[in-house]
């Protein structure tokens, strides 16, 4: 286990106020400052990319080429992309107004909003963490990162290695555990971007309230999957295994529990073993073996095969929680009625994946649920575009990331309008008193014409 040094809890409120000062300052205010940041923070991943393989194999046992695809790739990529984007999404927005307003230049100011605080988890630390930082930079804002304690190796080495690449006056890291944590979160932000579990989100959301404090919850949940019975149950089951695979099921997006037909869960079962054998040949533990659902685990390096529970009931165990691992249920169902009841009976989740090939299905989901996302016929690939916004709903968390949507969240709008001295004629009317003619001119978007309409299905 790594030493990770923690930061004193009494240098955390002068880090802030040191952030402060400098956001202050409008350092960070320059487009081109910015971008410079961005363009550290992408050679940062690049350039260490062998350094952060080597602590996420010592704290994870996390294979380099999940390191590499999932996470720096995606650092460099988003940070490269945010900061060529970066002039078109600060420029201000002119609105389309009626013709009498324009002479007041209505504007929306791009404005950062300060100093803020990313709380970042274990699980995907490097993408985690530096996701949400690449929306802070862009946007103008100075950070604070936590990153978590259970990836001590990670924590430290970007503790060392953040202030080589971006300026230590306007990002800083803060290690530690719970007494750190509460320090921060005492203190008062002016954005505050959580990833992480619903116990803690409930801890960080009562200390946001305190100060008013903005805030972005990335959370998780239990995300179901519903299978048709026409579709391929093979494909399905390999894209399905392929999620849930990714990162050991140790992911907010990971396909938690299956709804299939009753008569079409053997033959999902045996999709899952075929695909099961085509990704690990040799046993995903290392040694052969006939199906997936033993559930065979290695204690000795804490691991446990992919494995398929089937005939789960709405009682079991794996139905209370996140399963947060890579165990899968499949639970029977009569209908796609019945599949959606399932679903709404709890929280919203993160995401829905469906896979149909039926369009009146597709619709039907899409108007009888709500999730954060929803996938149809593949998992855990719509994180692959930036473009989209991710964001929970509910219990799985709100606030919106990716790419100009981080940036968005990091950005307050600043509304903004100039009225010329050659107005005031126009506007001679508001000043009291108020006669006749000025009262009507005033009200009259009071006496507006509606159009007739009529609600469907004789309702109100």
């Given at each position: 286990?790594?030493?990770?040094?923690?930061?004193?809890?009494?240098?955390?409120?002068?880090?802030?106020?040191?952030?402060?000062?400098?956001?202050?300052?409008?350092?960070?205010?320059?487009?081109?400052?910015?971008?410079?940041?961005?363009?550290?923070?992408?050679?940062?991943?690049?350039?260490?990319?062998?350094?952060?393989?080597?602590?996420?194999?010592?704290?994870?046992?996390?294979?380099?080429?999940?390191?590499?695809?999932?996470?720096?790739?995606?650092?460099?990529?988003?940070?490269?992309?945010?900061?060529?984007?970066?002039?078109?999404?600060?420029?201000?927005?002119?609105?389309?107004?009626?013709?009498?307003?324009?002479?007041?230049?209505?504007?929306?100011?791009?404005?950062?909003k300060g100093t803020v605080l990313i709380i970042s988890p274990w699980n995907y630390p490097v993408i985690l963490t530096f996701q949400p930082?690449?929306?802070?930079?862009?946007?103008?804002?100075?950070?604070?990162?936590?990153?978590?304690?259970?990836?001590?190796?990670?924590?430290?080495?970007?503790?060392?290695?953040?202030?080589?690449?971006?300026?230590?006056?306007?990002?800083?890291?803060?290690?530690?555990?719970?007494?750190?944590?509460?320090?921060?979160?005492?203190?008062?932000?002016?954005?505050?971007?959580?990833?992480?579990?619903?116990?803690?989100?409930?801890?960080?959301?009562?200390?946001?309230?305190?100060?008013?404090?903005?805030?972005?919850?990335?959370?998780g949940g239990k995300s179901p999957?519903?299978?048709?019975?026409?579709?391929?149950?093979?494909?399905?089951?390999?894209?399905?295994?392929?999620?849930?695979?990714?990162?050991?099921?140790?992911?907010?997006?990971?396909?938690d529990y299956i709804l299939v037909p009753r008569t079409k869960q053997d033959e999902l079962v045996r999709g899952f073993e075929k695909a099961y054998k085509a990704f690990f040949p040799d046993g995903a533990l290392g040694d052969k073996v006939t199906g997936v659902m033993e559930g065979r685990k290695d204690a000795a390096r804490k691991r446990i095969e992919p494995t398929v529970v089937k005939d789960?009931?709405?009682?079991?165990?794996?139905?209370?929680e996140e399963i947060f691992g890579p165990v899968l249920a499949i639970i029977p169902v009569d209908d796609l009625e019945e599949a959606i009841a399932f679903i709404n009976a709890r929280p919203h989740p993160l995401v829905l994946y469906v896979f149909t090939e039926d369009p009146v299905a597709k619709e039907k989901i899409i108007n009888e649920t709500q999730s954060g996302g929803i996938v149809f016929n593949d998992t855990f690939q719509h994180l692959a575009v930036g473009e989209l916004p991710f964001s929970g709903i509910g219990e799985s968390g709100y606030g919106y990331q990716f790419?100009?949507?981080?940036?968005d969240t990091f950005t307050h709008l600043r509304s903004s309008i100039d009225m010329p001295k050659e107005a005031e004629p126009f506007l001679q009317m508001r000043y009291p008193p108020h006669g006749a003619e000025a009262a009507q001119a005033l009200a009259g978007a009071a006496y507006l014409p509606i159009p007739p309409s009529s609600p469907p299905s004789g309702r109100l």
């Amino acid at each position: 286990m790594a030493t990770l040094l923690h930061t004193p809890i009494d240098e955390i409120a002068k880090i802030r106020d040191a952030l402060r000062a400098t956001f202050k300052s409008g350092v960070t205010r320059p487009v081109a400052w910015r971008k410079h940041q961005l363009y550290q923070l992408a050679r940062m991943a690049q350039n260490e990319a062998e350094a952060f393989c080597d602590a996420l194999a010592k704290d994870l046992s996390k294979p380099r080429v999940e390191v590499m695809a999932a996470e720096v790739g995606p650092v460099v990529e988003r940070a490269l992309k945010s900061a060529e984007q970066l002039e078109e999404w600060a420029r201000p927005e002119c609105p389309e107004v009626p013709g009498w307003q324009k002479g007041w230049k209505p504007t929306l100011l791009k404005a950062p909003k300060g100093t803020v605080l990313i709380i970042s988890p274990w699980n995907y630390p490097v993408i985690l963490t530096f996701q949400p930082l690449i929306g802070a930079i862009a946007a103008g804002c100075c950070a604070v990162v936590k990153p978590s304690e259970a990836v001590p190796h990670f924590s430290q080495l970007i503790a060392e290695l953040l202030p080589k690449y971006l300026d230590p006056s306007a990002y800083r890291i803060v290690n530690g555990a719970v007494p750190e944590g509460a320090q921060l979160l005492d203190l008062q932000w002016d954005h505050i971007f959580y990833t992480g579990n619903g116990r803690v989100a409930r801890i960080v959301a009562a200390a946001a309230v305190k100060h008013l404090t903005p805030l972005s919850l990335e959370l998780g949940g239990k995300s179901p999957v519903i299978v048709d019975a026409a579709y391929d149950m093979d494909l399905a089951a390999k894209r399905i295994l392929w999620g849930k695979c990714n990162n050991a099921g140790q992911i907010c997006v990971a396909p938690d529990y299956i709804l299939v037909p009753r008569t079409k869960q053997d033959e999902l079962v045996r999709g899952f073993e075929k695909a099961y054998k085509a990704f690990f040949p040799d046993g995903a533990l290392g040694d052969k073996v006939t199906g997936v659902m033993e559930g065979r685990k290695d204690a000795a390096r804490k691991r446990i095969e992919p494995t398929v529970v089937k005939d789960v009931k709405d009682s079991d165990s794996l139905m209370e929680e996140e399963i947060f691992g890579p165990v899968l249920a499949i639970i029977p169902v009569d209908d796609l009625e019945e599949a959606i009841a399932f679903i709404n009976a709890r929280p919203h989740p993160l995401v829905l994946y469906v896979f149909t090939e039926d369009p009146v299905a597709k619709e039907k989901i899409i108007n009888e649920t709500q999730s954060g996302g929803i996938v149809f016929n593949d998992t855990f690939q719509h994180l692959a575009v930036g473009e989209l916004p991710f964001s929970g709903i509910g219990e799985s968390g709100y606030g919106y990331q990716f790419m100009k949507y981080t940036y968005d969240t990091f950005t307050h709008l600043r509304s903004s309008i100039d009225m010329p001295k050659e107005a005031e004629p126009f506007l001679q009317m508001r000043y009291p008193p108020h006669g006749a003619e000025a009262a009507q001119a005033l009200a009259g978007a009071a006496y507006l014409p509606i159009p007739p309409s009529s609600p469907p299905s004789g309702r109100l």
